[in-house]
T-cell receptor, first 115, second 114 residues
Framework: EAQVTQNPRYLITVTGKKLTVTCSQNMNHEYMSWYRQDPGLGLRQIYYSMNVEVTDKGDVPEGYKVSRKEKRNFPLILESPSPNQTSLYFC??????????????FGPGTRLTVT | AQKVTQAQTEISVVEKEDVTLDCVYETRDTTYYLFWYKQPPSGELVFLIRRNSFDEQNEISGRYSWNFQKSTSSFNFTITASQVVDSAVYFCALSEASNYQLIWGAGTKLIIKP
């Protein structure tokens, strides 16, 4: 089954404790992206990657890191989480590098709470 | 700058009523793409439709239809004979061909009452 998987689905952590949210897709997509969703703000892009070893900042990259060492994986790293990073996070992928013009496939979401 | 406005924060209708979700966009590009996504209570995001700026033909898919009007910069979504399963948050999004960003509206929460 074609899908984007994220882990964990739910995470409660404390300020400053490094964490990683994993994202994996099995569709051989070139493009992957991370979004955060906050009430009343829709989705905002954190980082995206158009291919292996190619990553770029989105609208709200501060406080986040990503890496793309393999085509299928695109982990999101919070080196020192803060309460304002409490949010619902989505990973997405698309078959085309110009993903913004094509359909994106989304993971199930990760609800992160930072206390 | 590109912008997407979904002025309706929440809409509540009774089952079987028709309902229209509004989406107004701003862009300076002549080539752009518009999308609708659905987010049911379970939380996942589901792609519904993609439309490019050169195709103003309205689209119908079962009970769903989309009305694209460049003259008013709108891309509205209508559900005919709504059902409880249509309850979700619906997002409209815009992408300009000149950059790689997809800009999302704030979403409209649709509640269909039985």
């Amino acid at each position: 089954e074609a899908q984007v998987t994220q882990n964990p689905r739910y995470l409660i952590t404390v300020t400053g404790k490094k964490l990683t949210v994993t994202c994996s897709q099995n569709m051989n997509h070139e493009y992957m992206s991370w979004y955060r969703q906050d009430p009343g703000l829709g989705l905002r892009q954190i980082y995206y990657s158009m291919n292996v070893e190619v990553t770029d900042k989105g609208d709200v990259p501060e406080g986040y890191k990503v890496s793309r060492k393999e085509k299928r994986n695109f982990p999101l790293i919070l080196e020192s989480p803060s309460p304002n990073q409490t949010s619902l996070y989505f990973c997405a992928s698309s078959f085309h590098r110009l993903a913004s013009t094509y359909e994106q496939y989304f993971g199930p979401g990760t609800r992160l709470t930072v206390t | 700058a590109q912008k997407v406005t979904q002025a309706q924060t929440e809409i509540s209708v009774v089952e079987k009523e028709d309902v229209t979700l509004d989406c107004v966009y701003e862009t300076r590009d002549t080539t752009y793409y518009l999308f609708w996504y659905k987010q049911p209570p379970s939380g996942e995001l589901v792609f519904l439709i993609r439309r490019n700026s050169f195709d103003e033909q309205n689209e119908i898919s079962g009970r769903y239809s989309w009305n694209f009007q460049k003259s008013t910069s709108s891309f509205n979504f209508t559900i005919t004979a709504s059902q409880v399963v249509d309850s979700a948050v619906y997002f409209c999004a815009l992408s300009e061909a000149s950059n790689y960003q997809l800009i999302w509206g704030a979403g409209t929460k649709l509640i269909i009452k039985p």
